[in-house]
């Protein structure tokens, strides 16, 4: 019974200072868990900011669709109006850098039919002569019996082939030139004439510098409103939203001329705008002094 009791001893004592250990570190948990919370008392806002540009570049898309009753006729008259429309481009200085196919299609175009479906009609049967009777007189002859279907036509289908491309223009004062120069060359759709801006980065700048602005304004308002006093920024991140934002794109079927020269289109202003949130620090409102 006493070697039990000093064994027992022994294994009690180092679970003991094991819980110790523990327990001096959970009390400093507690604290550095009281700091943090401390030190981490903020504001967070999202400020906007926009800046805007004159185009300095247009993009369009140029078509050309064709109906036959061959595949191989629809081709031949996509192709030659297509290369007279690229010819044409070229002649106004467009590069072939700027001219990129983004469709090209075959359908078949099968015909409506209104109305109920024709039903078949039988075909009636070549009957033998009638063989002769006595007195001289042919028998009547007998009703034509009933013999194979005969199904309806199959309607009429045509193909119709499309081909389009992209064509980026780089003198805006060109747009509406390509656009009237493509119609008369043979291009029967025109989708998607919108400007834009090459190069932002100026204008992502300047709209940055505007973004962080109205965050600082915001955030001394809602520090003012709550009775405390902004701190320095903790963290700064960019919104990922929207980038240029330009006037809305035309979207037409051309199959008219315009008068003076082409269409007319207006460039408008280019806008980018984006969205920055920061987070800002509070500082900590200093102590009362000891009552006396």
Not at 144 to 160: E, F, H
């Amino acid at each position: 019974m006493r070697f039990g009791s000093v064994l027992a001893f022994v294994l009690l004592v180092p679970a003991s200072f094991g819980l110790i250990g523990c327990g001096g570190s959970h009390h400093g948990g507690w604290g550095a868990r009281g700091a943090s919370q401390e030190a981490v008392r903020h504001i967070t806002v999202v400020g906007h900011g926009e800046a805007m540009g004159k185009p300095d570049i247009a993009r369009t898309s140029l078509g050309v669709e064709a109906s036959a009753p061959t595949v191989e006729e629809a081709m031949n008259q996509t192709s030659a109006r297509m290369k007279a429309i690229l010819d044409a481009l070229k002649k106004l200085g467009i590069e072939d850098k700027d001219i990129q196919t983004a469709n090209f299609s075959i359908q078949v175009e099968r015909p409506f039919i209104d109305g109920p479906m024709p039903v078949p009609m039988p075909m009636p049967e070549a009957l033998p002569a009638p063989a002769p009777v006595k007195g001289g007189k042919a028998a009547a002859a007998a009703a034509p019996a009933s013999g194979p279907v005969a199904l309806p036509p199959p309607p009429a289908v045509k193909y119709r082939v499309s081909n389009t491309v992209e064509v980026t223009i780089r003198d805006v004062s060109k747009a509406s030139r390509v656009v009237q120069t493509a119609v008369d060359a043979g291009a029967n759709n025109v989708w998607n004439v919108s400007f834009g801006i090459d190069e932002t980065k100026a204008l992502e700048a300047t709209a940055r510098e505007k973004a962080v602005a109205d965050a600082k304004a915001r955030a001394e308002v809602l520090a003012k409103l709550s009775g405390v006093e902004l701190g320095p920024v903790i963290s700064v991140s960019e919104v990922i939203g929207r980038g240029p934002i330009g006037p809305m794109p035309m979207m037409a079927t051309a199959e008219a001329k315009w008068g003076g020269g082409g269409p007319p289109l207006a460039m408008g202003e280019v806008t980018y705008s984006t969205s920055i949130e920061v987070i800002f620090g509070i500082k900590k409102a200093p102590e009362p002094p000891p009552a006396e």
